[in-house]
């Protein structure tokens, strides 16, 4: 099934992608014959073509997430972060700040708390739905735009047009994509969390929690210093949507980082067999579990998930990835005993850390480290090297 999924994901991407660049070529041709360009001329015309899809796209993104802002504000909603791409910007003690922050297989991100609300009564339909309903304003005012286009014109009018079909074309996709509940397919989009939210008690509080824990993370806040309530979940969750998931993973973490050990295996044991998660959670949660367990001296062999060339790789494309480097840190110290790859991704963790938009998150790989570099020395003097 999983196989299906991603099959079906990979024909949607090409065919979107082919679509896209058949529609940019025939009204290119419309405005310019090629074959009547110079060298130079179809050079720029192309780069000018190129340019005006990649513009298409940014766009899109800047104003879907721009949407969720927009209809934030609406509901009485408060700014706590918006990012396009690696550029974020957020709201540290009254202020808004810029720093630098990816998530990968992500374009965007809007972050609005509802602190004027309680997790059983929030406006949710809006602020969610905001980012499509941009999109497809967009959809609609560009087509209408390209569709009175002259018959015929110059190369900035070719660019111009093509610009004009391609924001439309994505626009749509985009709102489609986003409006379409798609967690079954491995995509928790704005749709599922509508769909999830509107059938689920426990997911209209995990997203309420979720905005909510944003602004405690980054004001440097570690689960130490929460009390339990801030996480707690009963024990007959239904785990198998990601808004709940996120929610037992955190509760899981914070039983964990107080101590908690057999109440947090608990959880471990039911997050394992959760259903329909997205890959991107899982491998973040099989990440956090790997680190803990390698850094605390447990062999290969009695480690809780795998870690092959395929699981290594993966880390390895995931090169900003503060998480991923500390993983692969400890994995080649102290289980493949090689100090000079270890070092290498060390060093990448400590460059993240030092301007890491999650600063708890931040001190707590460092303190992994440190802890596994420890391991790691009182095992060669336990054998005498």
């Not at 008690?201 to 824990?213: C, G, P, R, V």
Request: net charge positive.
């Amino acid at each position: 099934m999983k196989k299906i999924k991603n099959i079906l994901g990979i024909i949607i991407s090409v065919l979107f992608v082919l679509t896209l660049i058949v529609g940019i070529f025939k009204v290119s041709t419309q405005f310019v014959r090629i074959s009547s360009l110079d060298t130079k001329e179809t050079i720029i015309y192309v780069i000018g073509l190129a340019f005006a899809g990649y513009m298409a796209f940014f766009l899109n993104v800047l104003l879907h997430e721009a949407g969720h802002l927009l209809f934030g504000l609406i509901c009485g909603y408060s700014f706590l972060l918006y990012r396009i791409g690696s550029l974020v910007f957020v709201k540290l003690k009254d202020k808004i700040e810029l720093k630098r922050h990816s998530i990968r297989g992500t374009g965007g991100q809007c972050i609005m708390l509802p602190e004027k609300y309680s997790e059983d009564d929030y406006p949710y339909l809006l602020y969610n739905l905001g980012g499509v309903i941009v999109n497809y304003f967009l959809a609609i005012v560009f087509w209408l735009i390209f569709i009175n286009r002259p018959s015929g014109g110059n190369l900035a009018q070719g660019v111009f047009y093509v610009f004009c079909f391609s924001t439309a074309f994505i626009a749509l996709y985009l709102g489609i994509i986003n409006t379409i509940p798609l967690g079954k397919y491995g995509l928790q989009n704005d749709g599922q969390n509508v769909w999830d939210i509107m059938h689920d008690k426990d997911s209209k509080h995990a997203f309420y929690h979720m905005l909510m824990s944003g602004r405690a993370q980054l004001q440097d806040k570690s689960y130490e210093s929460h009390q339990e309530k801030d996480f707690f979940v009963d024990s007959d969750l239904n785990i198998n949507n990601t808004l709940n998931y996120g929610r037992a993973v955190d509760y899981r973490n914070y039983l964990m980082q107080n101590g908690r050990t057999e109440d947090a295996k608990i959880w471990s044991e039911k997050i394992d067999n959760a259903q329909n998660i997205p890959d991107m959670y899982k491998h973040a949660y099989q990440n956090q579990i790997l680190i803990e367990e390698i850094s605390q001296g447990l062999p290969k062999d009695e480690l809780s998930f795998n870690i092959d060339k395929k699981y290594l790789q993966r880390l390895e494309q995931d090169k900003r990835n503060i998480q991923a480097n500390t993983l692969l840190s400890i994995y080649w110290l102290l289980i493949e005993d090689n100090r000079k790859l270890a070092k290498k991704y060390s060093k990448r963790v400590k460059k993240y850390a030092k301007n890491y938009l999650v600063p708890c998150e931040a001190k707590s790989y460092l303190q992994f480290l440190d802890q596994s570099w420890k391991t790691f020395e009182y095992k060669n003097i336990k054998i005498g090297i």
